[in-house]
């Protein structure tokens, strides 16, 4: 299948890893990816899910790895044999991640522990050994897109998470400045709340049928639309984003639920406006 949105062959000789590709965001965007002409290296802790992505693609576009990226060894043996196989890494798509949900006072040390473990440190594990083993040492440079969380003031229920992708947020952008000096490129996805079969299935039923309610836009995000991002930053469109955060998440960024507020609207539809002052 050809993308619905590029042109054929637009990542041709780029080799992209995209971790968590197995599913959901990440499988789109492995997908999107490969369409578009770039060898892709899939990660996940289950082979499964992984053979699965790379059977959705064109032939031999996708190699799948098991790696865990909170572990160090297998974060370093994953580079090490994507470059074995492919010879260079221009994209890393730090896609792996993710939360329980339960208030604050619930979550248990080792909870909090296992939230940070996976975003902020595989974030960061997968990130150095692609800066050290190909990026920096190539001279080459490379582009590395995290994936992080939207809206910015927390998600209430997930205050792990949200500490941790706050974290993954400013090392994105110190890391813009340190390693300019390389031609490394960072950037974060800020993503709101996308229809992947986790986020269906995963929470609360009854937070999941009102999540769509409390985004401006009145709908969840497409995993398409996530992959459209990743593919436009991985592609030359992309090369001058650094340092910056891209928000996709229909405006819930910025305000909870439609606007104008239910019972705030007229009757065609019209939020309310404050009468003028009689001029004098
Ligand atoms: C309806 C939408 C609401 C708005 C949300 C929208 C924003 C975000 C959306 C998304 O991110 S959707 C995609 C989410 N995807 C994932 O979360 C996938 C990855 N997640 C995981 O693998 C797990 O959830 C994990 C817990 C982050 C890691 O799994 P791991 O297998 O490493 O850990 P466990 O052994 O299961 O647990 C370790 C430890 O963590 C605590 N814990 C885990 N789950 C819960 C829970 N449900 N409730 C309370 N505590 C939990 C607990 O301390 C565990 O230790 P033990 O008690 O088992 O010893
Ligand atoms: N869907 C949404 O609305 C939003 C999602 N996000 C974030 O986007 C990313 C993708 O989300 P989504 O596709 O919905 O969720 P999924 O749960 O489908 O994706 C998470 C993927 O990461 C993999 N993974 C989890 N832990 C590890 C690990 N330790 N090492 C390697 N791979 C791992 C999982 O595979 P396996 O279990 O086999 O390891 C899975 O394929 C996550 O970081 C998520 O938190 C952010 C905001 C909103």
Avoid at 69 to 92: K, S, T
Avoid at 94 to 115: C, L, S
Avoid at 167 to 195: D, K, P, Q, Y
């Amino acid at each position: 299948m050809r993308s619905e949105l590029f042109r054929e062959g637009l990542l041709e000789g780029k080799v992209a890893i995209v971790t968590g590709g197995g599913s959901g965001l990440g499988r789109a965007a492995a997908l999107e990816l490969a369409r578009l002409g770039a060898r892709v290296a899939i990660c996940g802790r289950r082979r499964e899910p992984l053979e699965e992505t790379r059977s959705l693609a064109p032939d031999g576009a996708i190699t799948v790895d098991v790696c865990d990226v909170r572990e160090e060894q297998q974060v370093d043996a994953f580079v090490e044999q994507v470059l074995e196989r492919h010879g260079r890494i221009d994209f890393l798509l730090n896609n792996a991640g993710g939360q329980y949900m339960v208030p604050a006072e619930d979550i248990t040390p080792k909870g909090f522990r296992t939230v940070i473990r996976l975003n902020v440190e595989g974030t960061w594990l997968m990130t150095h050994a692609v800066a050290t083993k190909w990026m920096i040492p190539s001279g080459e440079g490379g582009k590395i897109c995290n994936v992080t969380l939207s809206p910015h003031h927390g998600l209430p229920g997930m205050a792990h998470s949200s500490a941790a992708r706050a974290a993954v947020e400013n090392l994105t952008r110190v890391l813009s400045i340190e390693w300019s000096r390389f031609n490394i490129r960072l950037t974060a996805i800020a993503a709101g709340h996308f229809e992947t079969e986790t986020l269906l299935t995963k929470y609360p039923e009854q937070v999941v049928r009102g999540v769509a309610k409390t985004v401006p836009l009145g709908r969840l995000g497409r995993p398409e639309e996530f992959a459209w991002l990743v593919a436009f930053l991985a592609s030359p469109g992309g090369d001058y984003f650094s340092g910056a955060i891209l928000t996709i998440d229909g405006a819930r960024d910025n305000w909870f639920g439609p606007y104008p507020p239910p019972g705030l609207a007229d009757e065609s539809g019209k939020p309310p406006a404050e009468a003028r002052r009689p001029r004098a």
